[in-house]
């Protein structure tokens, strides 16, 4: 069965900051990850895991740990795929 992929714009992603009720989305590497289940057995912590939340966080990611092998672990947190805002019709 095909994963049902999430559009993901930039726009989208910056309010999902995992305050004020939402889930805290990271992209990295152009896929977008729910990383709110996963916060509390990060061995780095939440507040540090938070640095990459609603933004793109694969340079950072990549600066810490480029061993980690976050698409296997993070499968079943798979939101989508990041795309470009769409053109403004007003
Ligand atoms: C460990 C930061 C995202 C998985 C760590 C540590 C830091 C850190 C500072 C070291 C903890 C220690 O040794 O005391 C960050 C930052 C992230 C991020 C700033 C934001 C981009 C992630 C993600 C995953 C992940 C998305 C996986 C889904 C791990 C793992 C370790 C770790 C498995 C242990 C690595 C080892 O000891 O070899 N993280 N992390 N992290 N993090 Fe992250």
Not at 21 to 34: C, E, H, Q, R, S
Not at 46 to 62: H, I, K, S
Not at 73 to 83: D, F, K, N, P
Request: with cysteine.
């Amino acid at each position: 069965a095909s994963t049902p992929y999430l559009r993901v714009t930039p726009s989208m992603l910056r309010r999902q900051t995992g305050r004020r009720g939402t889930d805290a989305w990271m992209a990295l590497n152009g896929k977008v990850y729910n990383v709110t289940p996963y916060a509390k057995f990060h061995p780095g912590g939440v507040p540090e895991l938070m640095r990459g939340a609603a933004r793109d966080g694969t340079r950072l990611f990549g600066e810490v740990h480029p061993w980690v092998n976050y698409e296997n672990m993070l499968t079943a947190c798979l939101v989508g795929i990041m795309v470009d805002e769409p053109e403004s019709t007003t």
